[in-house]
């Protein structure tokens, strides 16, 4: 399915990092008194941006603090410029937004928290060190609270329609659909013994569940052993996996009605569980999940919202650049989809708002990056415009952000699309490797100097003993190294290789399997302590038939989606520009000046005369 960068909030907001809607803190840009913020270097709907602001903002923007060169250097100013001018407009647009003095004070203590500014004097160098005042910190507070509450403001009016959430339900059922659940009932023990005697009792003929769960168990006694019962009541309801612990829902979820499984050992009880009804997953009705629908639909209308109120801000947005400005920037047309333009700032948002370009722009790879991200990107903005103009001849009430309407086109076209129970078997089959649990083992390493092959010897004969781990090492100068619960290719190729990849297992002691003494590639050596060891499991057919059958479903509809993609981007009218506009903002190269040709047998203008001093003395 279609896939676009869509924080829009993120990429737009990036200039001043106003970012409290994610719950973060601002990086603060020193503000500077009036008086020293230099000339107008442009202005927005009127307000003059000065040269001292434009060059600090200019600064901590991740791209140009890079201090790239050449095409990447305008590419960037365009990015920026872009994003400057939005910021500026929205903060313009929200300057008559209320703020409470409580409202700016909460604000104020969160970053007083985050920096650990309890006492005054810690907050004023605090203050100092990010060159603001009391006031201008405020003031920056103020206009971050003002545009956090017009997006809230904004989203909170995207209701979504009855029609919306009704087709926003019919695409994505899958996520409505009820868990596997059980009522069911338990006993939980603190010992074996006691466990294996319980069980036998409640599997004899006649016994009674309820009674013996009432009479011994640890953990819900009073209801019976009851599981999702309400208070005061002892019938079960109907409960899904994560009431369990990880073992137990294993067992339990593979039980059907009246069974009762063995005991089951999960952190450090013993649970015996009787199924009294299986309840397999299963579609609902809309009416059932139309609370869930709505908050889901409201978030994406809510984005949609903004996207639009974001677009609009700019193109009403007036820039004129003052007589002799130092920075000037364009926004040029990139490509066309039928009548609706994509500039180039769209594009470089989405580029450089990729982690990995700031990365090789530090490596000096930024020339690569525009090679290889800039066409890339802007194929996916002509294809989301195709599909999205597309989608409107459709006659559904698609909704959200243009990536949405994308999707969700998509989705409706795909929708109708099943496969057959030999399709999945056959999928279940060539793609054993995603229904297989890797392999497992708690490992933990004791590493040791170069010089300490015989500490390493002792302390592995120690260890088969047994003793506490810490201290075995430290009395033989030894390090412990913990790598938790692995799974193969999780740590280095040695301890990888001994644990995974060696046939059978090694000694054990009381601290668990004890490896022999390895030398590692630098010459130190090491000795691991592995427990827990769980060999590779296939799961079967029958117990992810579902999982199978949802995997080659989104394969289908995926292969379904692409090709009506090709499809209306044959019918479309698209024009793509991106290599003139790269072109034209390529700076020119100086051409090199030849060197004056001097005839061997005649001195050249560089040689002097001996008698003649090389650089005579000016007249005075």
């Given at each position: ?150 997006i809230e403001d904004i989203q909170k009016k995207a209701e979504p ?76 309801g109907p409960v899904t996996r994560v009431v369990f612990p990880n ?374």
């Open positions: 399915m279609f896939g676009i960068n869509r924080k829009v909030v993120a990429v737009i907001f990036g200039v001043l990092a106003l970012a409290f809607v994610a719950g973060s803190v601002l990086l603060f840009t020193p503000q500077g008194q009036r008086s020293t913020q230099g000339k107008t270097e442009f202005t927005v709907n009127g307000r003059p941006v000065y040269e001292l602001d434009l060059a600090r903002a200019q600064q901590n923007d991740p791209i140009l603090s890079t201090n790239p060169q050449g095409l990447l250097k305008n590419l960037a100013d365009v990015n920026f410029g872009e994003r400057f001018v939005i910021t500026n407009a929205l903060l313009q647009d929200t300057a008559r937004v209320g703020v409470s003095g409580g409202e700016l004070k909460k604000e104020l203590d969160t970053i007083k928290e985050r920096f650990g500014l309890q006492k005054k004097e810690d907050y004023d160098r605090f203050l100092t060190q990010v060159g603001y005042t009391d006031s201008q910190l405020r003031n920056e507070l103020r206009d971050q609270i003002r545009i956090n509450k017009r329609t009855e029609e919306e959430m009704r087709l926003y339900f019919e695409l994505n059922r899958d996520q409505y659909k009820n868990e596997e659940r059980v009522q069911a009932r338990q006993i939980v023990l603190d010992d074996k013994a006691t466990a294996d005697k319980i069980y036998a009792e409640v599997t004899a003929a006649g016994a009674d569940f309820a009674a013996i769960a009432k009479a011994n168990s640890k953990l819900n006694a009073e209801q019976g052993g009851a599981l999702g019962a309400e208070a005061g009541k002892s019938e079960p073992a137990v829902a294993d067992a339990v979820f593979k039980l059907r009605d009246g069974q009762i499984s063995k005991p089951i050992e999960a952190g450090g009880r013993f649970y015996i569980v009787k199924v009294e009804k299986y309840l397999p997953a299963g579609d609902v009705k809309f009416e059932e999940v139309k609370d869930r629908v709505k908050e889901d639909a409201k978030r994406i209308k809510g984005q949609g919202a903004l996207e639009a109120y974001i677009e609009e801000l700019r193109a009403k947005a007036s820039v004129k650049f003052a007589e002799g400005a130092t920075f000037k920037f364009e926004n040029p047309v990139v490509a066309k989809v039928g009548g609706t333009e994509i500039r180039l700032a769209e594009v470089t948002q989405s580029v450089f708002a990729n982690p990995q370009v700031p990365q090789l722009l530090q490596q000096g790879l930024g020339e690569l990056a525009v090679q290889f991200f800039m066409p890339q990107t802007l194929e996916q903005l002509i294809s989301r415009e195709v599909i999205y103009q597309a989608a409107r001849s459709l006659g559904q009430p698609f909704f959200g952000s243009k990536s949405d309407v994308a999707n969700q086109a998509q989705q409706w076209k795909t929708r109708d699309i099943t496969v057959t129970d030999a399709e999945v078997r056959k999928y279940y089959d060539s793609n054993l490797a995603n229904f297989t649990i890797p392999a497992s083992a708690r490992v933990q390493a004791v590493n040791f100097k170069k010089e300490d092959k015989a500490k390493a010897d002792a302390f592995r004969a120690a260890a088969l003993k047994g003793g506490k781990l810490e201290e075995l090492a430290k009395a033989n100068s030894g390090t412990v190294q913990d790598y938790g619960v692995v799974n193969p290719g999780t740590m280095p190729p040695v301890p990888n290789r001994l644990v995974f990849l060696t046939r059978g297992s090694f000694p054990r002691g009381p601290l668990g399997e004890v490896s022999e003494v390895v030398k590692l590639e630098d010459g130190s050596f090491q000795v691991l302590i592995v427990g827990e060891r769980k060999a590779e499991v296939l799961r079967p057919f029958e117990e992810v038939k579902d999982e199978a059958r949802q995997q080659v479903l989104a394969t289908r509809r995926a292969e379904a989606a692409q090709k009506w993609v090709e499809e209306v981007r044959k019918a479309a009218k698209v024009e793509n520009n991106l290599q003139k506009v790269l072109t034209a903002l390529t700076p020119k190269e100086e051409p090199k000046k030849e060197e004056p040709k001097t005839n061997e047998n005649q001195p050249s203008g560089n040689q002097t005369n001996p008698a003649t001093p090389a650089n005579p003395p000016a007249n005075r």
